[in-house]
Protein backbone atom coordinates (compact mmCIF):
# COMPACT_ATOMS: atom_id res chain seq x y z
CA UNK A 1 0.00 0.00 0.00
CA UNK A 2 2.92 2.61 0.33
CA UNK A 3 2.81 4.00 -3.41
CA UNK A 4 -1.47 4.28 -2.99
CA UNK A 5 -2.30 7.81 -3.52
CA UNK A 6 -4.64 8.45 -1.09
CA UNK A 7 -6.94 11.36 -3.55
CA UNK A 8 -7.22 8.52 -6.26
CA UNK A 9 -8.88 6.44 -3.66
CA UNK A 10 -10.97 8.94 -1.68
CA UNK A 11 -12.13 9.47 -5.42
CA UNK A 12 -12.94 5.69 -5.88
CA UNK A 13 -14.49 5.83 -2.28
CA UNK A 14 -16.97 8.46 -3.25
CA UNK A 15 -17.97 6.93 -6.39
CA UNK A 16 -18.54 3.86 -4.80
CA UNK A 17 -20.94 5.65 -2.33
CA UNK A 18 -22.74 6.36 -5.09
CA UNK A 19 -23.14 3.67 -6.85
CA UNK A 20 -24.39 2.23 -3.23
CA UNK A 21 -27.34 4.52 -3.52
CA UNK A 22 -28.26 3.70 -6.90
CA UNK A 23 -27.95 0.06 -6.37
CA UNK A 24 -29.89 0.53 -3.44
CA UNK A 25 -32.51 2.38 -5.60
CA UNK A 26 -32.37 -0.98 -8.01
CA UNK A 27 -33.32 -3.04 -5.38
CA UNK A 28 -35.36 -1.12 -3.63
CA UNK A 29 -36.61 2.01 -5.34
CA UNK A 30 -40.81 1.67 -6.71
CA UNK A 31 -40.23 4.53 -9.19
CA UNK A 32 -36.73 4.37 -10.34
CA UNK A 33 -35.61 5.70 -13.47
CA UNK A 34 -33.87 4.45 -16.83
CA UNK A 35 -34.16 7.06 -18.47
CA UNK A 36 -30.34 7.45 -20.22
CA UNK A 37 -30.68 6.76 -23.73
CA UNK A 38 -32.31 7.12 -26.67
CA UNK A 39 -33.24 3.79 -26.59
CA UNK A 40 -35.17 3.50 -23.35
CA UNK A 41 -36.40 7.29 -23.15
CA UNK A 42 -40.32 8.11 -24.03
CA UNK A 43 -40.02 11.74 -25.10
CA UNK A 44 -43.86 12.17 -23.51
CA UNK A 45 -42.71 10.38 -19.81
CA UNK A 46 -42.24 12.82 -16.96
CA UNK A 47 -39.15 13.10 -15.26
CA UNK A 48 -39.12 13.74 -11.84
CA UNK A 49 -36.66 16.00 -10.73
CA UNK A 50 -36.12 13.63 -7.04
CA UNK A 51 -36.20 10.48 -9.22
CA UNK A 52 -34.28 12.07 -11.60
CA UNK A 53 -31.08 13.63 -9.48
CA UNK A 54 -31.18 10.47 -6.96
CA UNK A 55 -30.13 8.47 -10.54
CA UNK A 56 -28.11 11.26 -12.45
CA UNK A 57 -25.52 11.95 -9.27
CA UNK A 58 -24.59 7.91 -10.02
CA UNK A 59 -23.54 8.55 -13.51
CA UNK A 60 -20.22 9.89 -12.16
CA UNK A 61 -19.35 6.20 -11.02
CA UNK A 62 -18.42 4.05 -13.76
CA UNK A 63 -16.46 6.38 -15.50
CA UNK A 64 -14.99 6.89 -12.80
CA UNK A 65 -14.48 3.55 -12.69
CA UNK A 66 -12.88 2.92 -16.08
CA UNK A 67 -10.56 6.43 -15.68
CA UNK A 68 -9.23 4.97 -12.17
CA UNK A 69 -8.69 1.42 -13.47
CA UNK A 70 -6.44 2.95 -16.35
CA UNK A 71 -4.70 5.00 -13.30
CA UNK A 72 -3.91 2.48 -11.37
CA UNK A 73 -2.50 0.05 -13.70
CA UNK A 74 -0.46 2.74 -15.18
CA UNK A 75 1.28 3.37 -11.86
CA UNK A 76 1.83 -0.64 -10.92
CA UNK A 77 2.78 -1.24 -14.60
CA UNK A 78 4.67 1.22 -15.73
CA UNK A 79 6.55 0.55 -12.12
CA UNK A 80 7.06 -3.13 -12.87
CA UNK A 81 8.67 -1.71 -16.42
CA UNK A 82 11.07 0.33 -14.88
CA UNK A 83 11.78 -2.75 -12.66
CA UNK A 84 12.78 -4.97 -16.29
CA UNK A 85 9.55 -7.04 -15.38
CA UNK A 86 9.38 -8.78 -18.83
CA UNK A 87 6.59 -7.43 -21.06
CA UNK A 88 4.78 -10.91 -21.40
CA UNK A 89 4.73 -11.12 -17.54
CA UNK A 90 2.85 -7.89 -17.37
CA UNK A 91 0.40 -9.47 -20.44
CA UNK A 92 0.13 -12.09 -19.17
CA UNK A 93 -1.52 -10.25 -15.85
CA UNK A 94 -3.29 -7.95 -17.72
CA UNK A 95 -5.28 -10.95 -19.52
CA UNK A 96 -5.87 -13.09 -16.08
CA UNK A 97 -7.34 -9.61 -14.47
CA UNK A 98 -9.46 -9.19 -16.95
CA UNK A 99 -10.91 -12.27 -17.58
CA UNK A 100 -11.19 -12.57 -13.70
CA UNK A 101 -13.34 -9.66 -13.45
CA UNK A 102 -15.16 -10.57 -16.43
CA UNK A 103 -15.77 -13.60 -15.05
CA UNK A 104 -16.85 -12.13 -11.86
CA UNK A 105 -19.40 -10.18 -13.51
CA UNK A 106 -21.04 -12.98 -16.38
CA UNK A 107 -21.25 -16.03 -13.15
CA UNK A 108 -21.80 -14.03 -10.13
CA UNK A 109 -23.06 -10.84 -10.50
CA UNK A 110 -25.56 -11.51 -13.12
CA UNK A 111 -27.67 -14.27 -10.85
CA UNK A 112 -28.10 -11.25 -8.51
CA UNK A 113 -29.58 -8.78 -11.13
CA UNK A 114 -31.19 -10.16 -14.44
CA UNK A 115 -30.99 -13.66 -14.38
CA UNK A 116 -33.03 -13.98 -18.16
CA UNK A 117 -29.87 -12.43 -19.20
CA UNK A 118 -26.61 -12.65 -19.27
CA UNK A 119 -26.07 -8.74 -18.95
CA UNK A 120 -22.83 -7.01 -19.69
CA UNK A 121 -22.35 -3.91 -17.66
CA UNK A 122 -19.52 -2.36 -15.90
CA UNK A 123 -17.31 -5.25 -14.62
CA UNK A 124 -17.58 -6.56 -17.99
CA UNK A 125 -16.32 -3.82 -19.46
CA UNK A 126 -13.31 -3.12 -17.13
CA UNK A 127 -12.02 -6.49 -17.71
CA UNK A 128 -12.34 -6.21 -21.78
CA UNK A 129 -10.80 -3.16 -21.40
CA UNK A 130 -7.89 -4.24 -19.33
CA UNK A 131 -7.30 -6.70 -21.68
CA UNK A 132 -7.34 -4.46 -24.92
CA UNK A 133 -4.58 -2.19 -23.12
CA UNK A 134 -2.89 -5.08 -23.71
CA UNK A 135 -2.23 -3.62 -26.99
CA UNK A 136 -3.09 0.22 -26.26
CA UNK A 137 -0.34 0.42 -23.39
CA UNK A 138 2.39 0.15 -25.85
CA UNK A 139 1.43 3.62 -27.42
CA UNK A 140 3.34 6.89 -26.44
CA UNK A 141 1.01 8.64 -23.84
CA UNK A 142 0.08 11.75 -26.70
CA UNK A 143 -1.06 8.99 -28.84
CA UNK A 144 -2.80 7.58 -26.47
CA UNK A 145 -4.76 10.18 -25.31
CA UNK A 146 -5.24 11.20 -29.35
CA UNK A 147 -6.37 7.63 -29.87
CA UNK A 148 -9.08 7.98 -27.26
CA UNK A 149 -10.11 11.38 -27.63
CA UNK A 150 -11.04 9.85 -31.51
CA UNK A 151 -12.91 7.02 -30.12
CA UNK A 152 -14.85 8.69 -28.07
CA UNK A 153 -15.81 12.02 -30.97
CA UNK A 154 -16.11 9.19 -33.59
CA UNK A 155 -18.24 6.60 -31.71
CA UNK A 156 -21.60 8.47 -32.59
CA UNK A 157 -20.43 9.04 -36.39
CA UNK A 158 -20.30 5.35 -36.55
CA UNK A 159 -23.29 4.70 -35.10
CA UNK A 160 -25.54 6.96 -36.92
CA UNK A 161 -26.95 4.52 -39.35
CA UNK A 162 -27.50 1.63 -36.51
CA UNK A 163 -28.10 3.65 -33.14
CA UNK A 164 -31.87 4.00 -33.44
CA UNK A 165 -32.61 0.16 -34.46
CA UNK A 166 -34.22 -1.94 -31.82
CA UNK A 167 -32.15 -3.55 -29.22
CA UNK A 168 -32.70 -7.21 -30.82
CA UNK A 169 -31.77 -5.84 -34.03
CA UNK A 170 -28.42 -4.08 -33.59
CA UNK A 171 -25.17 -6.28 -35.04
CA UNK A 172 -23.18 -8.63 -32.94
CA UNK A 173 -20.01 -6.46 -33.23
CA UNK A 174 -21.57 -3.07 -33.31
CA UNK A 175 -23.23 -3.87 -30.21
CA UNK A 176 -19.94 -5.62 -28.58
CA UNK A 177 -18.36 -2.75 -29.26
CA UNK A 178 -20.01 0.40 -29.51
CA UNK A 179 -23.75 -0.34 -29.27
CA UNK A 180 -26.40 -0.84 -26.66
CA UNK A 181 -28.45 -3.91 -27.61
CA UNK A 182 -29.33 -7.40 -27.18
CA UNK A 183 -27.29 -10.70 -28.98
CA UNK A 184 -29.15 -13.67 -28.94
CA UNK A 185 -27.28 -16.90 -28.58
CA UNK A 186 -29.35 -19.31 -29.00
CA UNK A 187 -28.72 -21.40 -26.10
CA UNK A 188 -31.96 -22.58 -25.46
CA UNK A 189 -31.44 -25.09 -28.10
CA UNK A 190 -28.64 -26.68 -25.20
CA UNK A 191 -30.91 -28.69 -23.01
CA UNK A 192 -28.72 -28.78 -20.50
CA UNK A 193 -27.77 -25.40 -20.23
CA UNK A 194 -31.52 -24.34 -20.74
CA UNK A 195 -32.11 -26.94 -18.03
CA UNK A 196 -29.66 -25.27 -15.34
CA UNK A 197 -31.32 -21.91 -16.10
CA UNK A 198 -28.48 -20.57 -18.20
CA UNK A 199 -30.03 -17.30 -19.92
CA UNK A 200 -30.19 -17.80 -23.99
CA UNK A 201 -29.83 -13.93 -24.61
CA UNK A 202 -26.78 -11.47 -23.71
CA UNK A 203 -28.21 -7.82 -22.80
CA UNK A 204 -25.36 -5.44 -23.40
CA UNK A 205 -25.32 -2.60 -21.40
CA UNK A 206 -21.22 -1.48 -21.81
CA UNK A 207 -20.01 -1.64 -25.11
CA UNK A 208 -16.17 -1.18 -24.77
CA UNK A 209 -15.09 1.20 -26.70
CA UNK A 210 -16.26 3.86 -25.17
CA UNK A 211 -15.29 2.71 -22.08
CA UNK A 212 -11.87 1.33 -23.42
CA UNK A 213 -11.04 5.25 -23.74
CA UNK A 214 -11.83 6.33 -20.61
CA UNK A 215 -9.66 3.35 -19.24
CA UNK A 216 -6.71 5.37 -22.07
CA UNK A 217 -6.97 8.42 -20.85
CA UNK A 218 -6.83 7.56 -16.80
CA UNK A 219 -3.05 5.49 -18.22
CA UNK A 220 -2.65 8.72 -19.71
CA UNK A 221 -2.62 10.10 -16.10
CA UNK A 222 -1.15 7.47 -14.56
CA UNK A 223 2.00 8.06 -16.62
CA UNK A 224 1.69 11.70 -15.47
CA UNK A 225 1.63 10.65 -11.72
CA UNK A 226 4.82 8.80 -12.15
CA UNK A 227 6.73 11.13 -13.97
CA UNK A 228 5.58 13.94 -11.18
CA UNK A 229 7.12 12.16 -8.54
CA UNK A 230 10.70 12.47 -10.24
CA UNK A 231 13.05 15.36 -8.75
CA UNK A 232 13.43 16.61 -12.25
CA UNK A 233 9.76 17.04 -12.99
CA UNK A 234 8.68 17.91 -9.23
CA UNK A 235 7.20 20.79 -9.62
CA UNK A 236 4.23 19.51 -12.04
CA UNK A 237 1.32 19.66 -10.51
CA UNK A 238 -1.55 17.01 -10.96
CA UNK A 239 -4.36 18.91 -8.88
CA UNK A 240 -3.76 21.94 -11.30
CA UNK A 241 -3.88 19.91 -14.52
CA UNK A 242 -6.60 18.32 -13.13
CA UNK A 243 -8.52 21.35 -12.98
CA UNK A 244 -7.56 22.44 -16.43
CA UNK A 245 -8.61 19.39 -18.17
CA UNK A 246 -11.91 19.53 -15.68
CA UNK A 247 -12.83 22.75 -16.55
CA UNK A 248 -12.41 22.32 -20.28
CA UNK A 249 -14.51 19.14 -20.49
CA UNK A 250 -17.24 21.05 -18.82
CA UNK A 251 -17.12 24.10 -21.23
CA UNK A 252 -17.75 21.06 -23.90
CA UNK A 253 -20.40 19.28 -22.21
CA UNK A 254 -21.98 22.83 -22.20
CA UNK A 255 -21.10 23.47 -25.82
CA UNK A 256 -22.96 19.97 -26.85
CA UNK A 257 -26.18 20.17 -24.80
CA UNK A 258 -26.19 24.44 -26.38
CA UNK A 259 -26.17 23.10 -29.71
CA UNK A 260 -27.88 19.82 -29.17
CA UNK A 261 -26.73 17.76 -32.05
CA UNK A 262 -23.81 16.13 -32.15
CA UNK A 263 -22.22 14.14 -29.01
CA UNK A 264 -25.57 13.92 -27.78
CA UNK A 265 -26.22 10.42 -29.21
CA UNK A 266 -30.17 10.86 -29.62
CA UNK A 267 -30.92 11.97 -26.54
CA UNK A 268 -31.68 15.74 -27.30
CA UNK A 269 -32.19 18.14 -24.63
CA UNK A 270 -36.50 18.91 -24.99
CA UNK A 271 -36.41 22.44 -23.27
CA UNK A 272 -34.23 24.17 -20.77
CA UNK A 273 -35.32 22.50 -17.90
CA UNK A 274 -32.03 21.27 -15.54
CA UNK A 275 -33.36 18.10 -15.96
CA UNK A 276 -33.39 18.27 -19.74
CA UNK A 277 -30.17 19.52 -19.71
CA UNK A 278 -28.41 16.83 -17.47
CA UNK A 279 -30.65 14.08 -18.97
CA UNK A 280 -27.68 12.18 -21.37
CA UNK A 281 -27.07 8.95 -22.80
CA UNK A 282 -25.40 6.69 -20.54
CA UNK A 283 -26.44 4.06 -22.52
CA UNK A 284 -23.92 4.09 -24.78
CA UNK A 285 -22.03 7.16 -23.51
CA UNK A 286 -22.32 10.08 -26.07
CA UNK A 287 -19.61 13.14 -25.63
CA UNK A 288 -21.63 14.96 -23.49
CA UNK A 289 -21.98 12.09 -20.75
CA UNK A 290 -18.54 11.50 -21.12
CA UNK A 291 -17.34 15.34 -20.65
CA UNK A 292 -19.63 16.30 -18.13
CA UNK A 293 -18.66 13.23 -15.74
CA UNK A 294 -14.88 13.28 -16.60
CA UNK A 295 -15.27 16.74 -15.74
CA UNK A 296 -16.52 16.55 -12.90
CA UNK A 297 -14.49 13.74 -11.34
CA UNK A 298 -11.30 15.87 -12.63
CA UNK A 299 -12.11 18.77 -10.76
CA UNK A 300 -13.38 16.67 -7.63
CA UNK A 301 -9.67 14.99 -8.01
CA UNK A 302 -8.10 18.47 -8.00
CA UNK A 303 -9.35 19.60 -4.93
CA UNK A 304 -8.53 16.03 -3.62
CA UNK A 305 -5.11 16.49 -4.46
CA UNK A 306 -4.92 19.60 -3.00
CA UNK A 307 -6.28 17.65 0.52
CA UNK A 308 -3.81 14.99 -0.13
CA UNK A 309 -0.99 17.54 0.16
CA UNK A 310 -2.46 19.48 2.99
CA UNK A 311 -2.92 16.52 4.91
CA UNK A 312 0.45 14.63 4.34
CA UNK A 313 0.80 11.75 6.38
CA UNK A 314 -2.15 12.77 8.76
CA UNK A 315 -4.49 10.16 6.58
CA UNK A 316 -6.44 7.55 8.94
CA UNK A 317 -6.57 4.45 7.36
CA UNK A 318 -10.04 4.18 9.16
CA UNK A 319 -11.60 6.34 6.88
CA UNK A 320 -14.41 4.92 5.22
CA UNK A 321 -14.07 6.99 1.98
CA UNK A 322 -10.99 5.45 1.62
CA UNK A 323 -11.49 2.40 2.63
CA UNK A 324 -14.09 1.68 0.55
CA UNK A 325 -11.80 3.49 -2.83
CA UNK A 326 -8.92 0.46 -1.32
CA UNK A 327 -11.35 -2.11 -2.10
CA UNK A 328 -13.28 -1.30 -4.70
CA UNK A 329 -13.93 -4.56 -6.72
CA UNK A 330 -14.68 -6.44 -3.33
CA UNK A 331 -16.98 -3.66 -2.36
CA UNK A 332 -19.18 -4.01 -5.82
CA UNK A 333 -19.28 -8.10 -5.42
CA UNK A 334 -20.64 -7.35 -1.99
CA UNK A 335 -22.71 -4.73 -1.65
CA UNK A 336 -24.94 -6.23 -4.93
CA UNK A 337 -25.28 -9.34 -3.37
CA UNK A 338 -26.37 -7.04 0.39
CA UNK A 339 -28.62 -5.11 -1.35
CA UNK A 340 -30.47 -7.71 -3.93
CA UNK A 341 -30.70 -10.09 -1.26
CA UNK A 342 -31.91 -7.99 1.45
CA UNK A 343 -34.18 -6.80 -1.01
CA UNK A 344 -35.87 -9.98 -1.64
CA UNK A 345 -35.43 -11.76 1.43
CA UNK A 346 -37.62 -8.69 3.32
CA UNK A 347 -40.25 -8.80 0.74
CA UNK A 348 -39.94 -5.13 -0.90
CA UNK A 349 -38.18 -5.88 -3.70
CA UNK A 350 -39.17 -2.76 -6.64
CA UNK A 351 -42.14 -1.61 -3.93
CA UNK A 352 -40.27 1.48 -1.39
CA UNK A 353 -39.78 5.22 -1.89
CA UNK A 354 -36.36 7.27 -1.95
CA UNK A 355 -36.00 7.73 2.28
CA UNK A 356 -36.34 3.87 2.09
CA UNK A 357 -33.49 3.07 -0.10
CA UNK A 358 -31.59 5.97 1.30
CA UNK A 359 -31.70 3.81 5.13
CA UNK A 360 -30.96 0.68 2.79
CA UNK A 361 -27.77 2.46 1.19
CA UNK A 362 -26.61 3.63 4.69
CA UNK A 363 -27.38 -0.08 6.14
CA UNK A 364 -25.09 -2.02 3.39
CA UNK A 365 -22.32 0.67 4.17
CA UNK A 366 -22.43 0.00 7.92
CA UNK A 367 -22.56 -3.68 6.65
CA UNK A 368 -19.71 -3.41 4.14
CA UNK A 369 -17.14 -1.55 6.37
CA UNK A 370 -16.50 -4.43 8.61
CA UNK A 371 -15.96 -6.83 5.80
CA UNK A 372 -13.58 -4.33 3.16
CA UNK A 373 -11.50 -3.62 6.29
CA UNK A 374 -10.91 -7.94 6.63
CA UNK A 375 -10.62 -7.16 3.01
CA UNK A 376 -7.84 -4.88 3.00
CA UNK A 377 -6.04 -6.53 5.81
CA UNK A 378 -6.04 -9.96 4.18
CA UNK A 379 -4.58 -8.37 0.99
CA UNK A 380 -1.82 -6.55 2.68
CA UNK A 381 -0.72 -9.87 5.04
CA UNK A 382 -1.19 -12.04 1.76
CA UNK A 383 0.41 -9.92 -1.26
CA UNK A 384 0.98 -13.06 -3.36
CA UNK A 385 -2.30 -14.43 -2.98
CA UNK A 386 -5.22 -14.14 -6.06
CA UNK A 387 -6.12 -11.03 -4.67
CA UNK A 388 -3.15 -9.01 -6.18
CA UNK A 389 -5.40 -9.45 -9.53
CA UNK A 390 -8.53 -7.74 -8.51
Known amino acids: ?16 ILMASDHASGAFNAGRLVTDSALLYDPQQQLGWLQFLYRSVSHLCAPTFLFLAGTALALSIERKIQRGVPSSTIDRDLLFRGLIIISVDLFIINWFLVPEFFLLQVMYAIGLAMILMILFRRLPTLLLVAVALIILAANEFLLVDQFMTPLEAAPVASTLLMQVGIIDTALESVGLLAWIGVPDKILVLYPVLPWLAMMALGWALGRYLLESSKESV ?30 NLGLFRLDNSLVQWFHVSKYPPCLAFVALELGIMSLVMSGLFRLQNIRGTRISSLNPVLLFGQTAFFFYVAHIIILEVGARALGVYHQLGLLECTIATIAALIILYPLCYWYRSYKQEHPRSLTRFI
Open 234 to 263: SRRSPGKLLFVAGLAAVIVFVLLRTFNGFG
Open 1 to 16: MKHRLPALDWMRGIAM
